[in-house]
């Protein structure tokens, strides 16, 4: 819920209304009303851009009553479209209320709402909790071409043992993979190259010298480093060249790049645990 603190109460947001208008008549005549609004004030600037509209000129024009004008328009300055005004919308003896240009952005009330929804479904994503190794993932589909079109595949637990940044947007990765997209993961699978090459040998230069020092230290082969200057490139065509890899691409990329951090970040520290874990010769253990 918006909190409004001068006036001490609390309102309930417009979407939330949207969700209960079929259960209750009177948020859908709210509803009816925040439309009648829209239409008045998208008219009035494609008529007279910069125009000023007063309360009672809004009761003329949509035949609405004072408080239904006054309730309507505290909703309608909290979606997409832009409206000042003068005055307290709800204690106001007067107001006037004047309509942006980005009233010309949408044509419909309802295009209004689908976008305060996108907005919704966007932020949720961005906030969404940190998971555990221990905690169920999200599946998403990877199409690999004949053999593997129809295969569901769960992200490696160990992604939770990565730095968080890289952690971060290799889940946005998939995200967008999951939305069938494929520029898009395939920019953000080159910053995780880039990222890699900062977390281990710092900006050392361009992405080629740090992929060089980063061979140099024994983070990858040589092999690895040329398999991923692959990837490199077909981020590069889809920033430079509008590339947009095939799905069967993508999925090569995807597995390259995680090739890469569980060699830097997972078996590396594995193989050390190993290795310390084993007798020297001459230390038998009876």
Request: hydrophobic share 40%.
């Amino acid at each position: 819920m918006d909190v409004d603190r001068s006036a001490q109460c609390y309102r309930v947001k417009l979407l939330a209304l949207v969700e209960l208008r079929d259960e209750d008549n009177q948020i859908a005549e709210l509803l009816s009303q925040c439309r009648q609004l829209f239409d008045v004030l998208r008219e009035a600037y494609r008529a007279c851009p910069g125009c000023q509209l007063t309360l009672h000129q809004l009761i003329e024009r949509t035949g609405l009553q004072a408080i239904q004008v006054r309730v309507a328009l505290t909703y309608l300055t909290r979606t997409p479209v832009s409206c000042s005004h003068t005055g307290d919308l709800l204690g106001a003896d007067d107001f006037a209320v004047i309509p942006g240009e980005s009233y010309l952005r949408y044509k419909t009330f309802d295009a209004v709402i689908k976008q305060l929804r996108e907005w919704e479904e966007a932020s949720s994503f961005a906030k969404r909790p940190r998971r555990t190794v221990n905690e169920k993932v999200p599946k998403f589909r990877r199409e690999m071409g004949q053999g593997f079109g129809s295969e569901t595949q769960v992200i490696a637990s160990w992604y939770d043992r990565l730095p968080s940044n890289i952690q971060d947007l290799m889940w946005e990765v998939h995200f967008a993979v999951n939305k069938e997209l494929s520029a898009l993961p395939s920019m953000g699978l080159r910053a995780v190259v880039d990222w890699v090459c900062n977390d281990k040998v710092g900006d050392v230069g361009g992405l080629s010298r740090k992929l060089n020092v980063l061979t140099e230290q024994g983070y990858i082969t040589q092999n690895d480093k040329e398999i991923i200057e692959n990837v490199i490139e077909v981020g590069h065509a889809s920033v430079h060249r509008s590339h947009f890899p095939r799905p069967v691409e993508l999925e090569l990329v995807v597995r390259i790049i995680e090739h890469l951090l569980e060699g830097v970040y997972i078996l590396g520290a594995a193989s050390t645990s190993l290795r310390d874990s084993v007798p020297k010769r001459g230390e038998a253990r009876f």
